[in-house]
């Protein structure tokens, strides 16, 4: 893929303009998502932070669930990023009672790992290998475990926990790095869409 590709932002809730900057410093030309129609004629796909329970509640208002499971199923590379990578988890703890998901990933994320608002945090790791990154951290979900396809791009502490992982087209992180300014994690999305 030679053009700039056209990835798109869930833009039920979350940070969906700060994510759309970052698309575009990274190279892509970023479209906000909130219709089927919408959600066809994009690349790719970015599920933003926000509440992971909301997001679910508003892709099934928004007649979205359906459409957005079958596009990631089917291959379509999607980045989500703190509740984004708990909608991309095939399995979640500490959700609520019949919390849906859109799945894709293996693995097993926890809602709220690392404590309450107040308990939010930054933080300096390395992701998937391209030196130090600063990380925030806001209410955010931390990988419990992953399957054999898993690969995982960056763990933080306390306790080496599990914050970015990737499957095939599927790239997720329990930190925003589209608060930072710093492109780097888009750039590599934006590489994924290319490369797929």
């Known amino acids: 893929m030679t053009t700039a590709p056209t990835i798109g932002v869930l833009a039920l809730q979350g940070d969906v303009r700060e994510h759309a900057r970052s698309l575009e410093s990274a190279g892509a030309r970023p479209v906000a998502v909130r219709r089927p129609a ?26 979205l669930l359906e459409p957005l499971r079958i596009r990631v199923k089917s291959g379509m590379p999607t980045f989500g990023s703190c509740a984004g990578m708990i909608m991309l988890a095939d399995r979640i703890e500490g959700g609520i009672a019949g919390q849906q998901t859109l799945g894709g990933i293996d693995m097993v994320v926890r809602r709220n790992a690392f404590g309450r608002q107040i308990d939010s945090f930054e933080a300096t790791l390395d992701f998937a ?26 763990v933080a502490e306390p306790g ?15 930190f925003h790095p589209e608060l930072t300014g710093d492109a780097r994690v888009h750039s590599y999305f934006v590489e994924m869409v290319r490369e797929l």
């Open 38 to 63: 919408e959600l066809e004629a994009v690349d790719a796909l970015v599920v933003p932070g926000g509440e992971s329970t909301t997001i679910w509640k508003l892709a099934e208002a928004f007649e």
């Open 129 to 154: 290998g391209r030196g130090p990154l600063h990380a925030v951290f806001i209410r955010a979900p931390w990988v419990e475990s992953v399957g054999a396809g898993v690969e995982v791009l960056g």
């Open 160 to 174: 080496d926990r599990i914050v970015a992982v990737r499957q095939g087209p599927l790239l997720a992180t329990s």
